[in-house]
């Protein structure tokens, strides 16, 4: 495994409509498992393919499982998603607002509104296909790394954006939102 270089904002690939994953052979392992280490490096809690400079419709998704997670996250804490070619193909009505950050935009913030659930249709890492179902704070990871897939970012939808100063850090802690 290796880390890979997380591109950032002026990266054109960030912009692109990422190609459907056809190839579930070694490469697509080793991408994944370069994601992984990527994510978890970084440290951030999900990561799109278009984000290591590769434009695959693949992400992955891991909230953490140290303890205060494991509070807030329940069951969701821990667990390794790993989606090619994910659809969301059902989403609730209600809509929440979250704060968002980027591994792409470090040190800004987003105000962003999501679903507060939605069920997703994807492939697993060795294409086997998967469903998932999510709310609260997974679906919207979820829904943030899918945005990602299309070449949309959360700056564009957010209803607010802002930089973190220095005496942010305490509040960044209470969100570790970086995706
Ligand atoms: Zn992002």
């Known amino acids: 495994m290796s880390l890979r270089k997380i591109v950032s904002l002026e990266d054109p690939i960030l912009r692109r409509k990422a190609n459907r994953v056809t190839d579930f052979s070694n490469n697509l392992q080793k991408l994944v498992d370069d994601m992984v280490e990527t994510l978890i490096d970084a440290p951030g809690v999900g990561l799109a393919a278009p984000q ?27 667990v390794l998603y790993v ?6 193909v059902k989403a609730s009505k209600d809509m929440v607002e979250g704060v968002e950050a980027c591994l792409s935009i ?6 962003v509104d999501r679903h507060e659930s939605v069920v997703i ?15 609260g704070w997974l679906a ?19 209803s607010e954006v802002w930089e973190a100063r220095p ?11 970086a995706e």
């Open 52 to 78: 290591v400079a590769v434009s695959q419709r693949l992400l992955i998704v891991r909230l953490p499982d140290d303890e205060e997670s494991v509070k807030e996250y329940g069951k969701d804490a821990g």
């Open 83 to 88: 989606l090619a070619n994910p659809e969301i």
């Open 106 to 111: 470090p040190g800004f913030f987003g105000k």
């Open 121 to 135: 249709k994807a492939q697993d890492r060795y294409g086997k296909p998967t469903r998932v179902k999510a709310s």
């Open 140 to 158: 919207r990871v979820f829904q943030h790394e899918i945005d990602h897939l299309n070449g949309q970012l959360y700056i564009d939808i957010a």
């Open 167 to 177: 005496d942010d850090e305490e509040d960044a802690e209470e969100h570790p939102i």
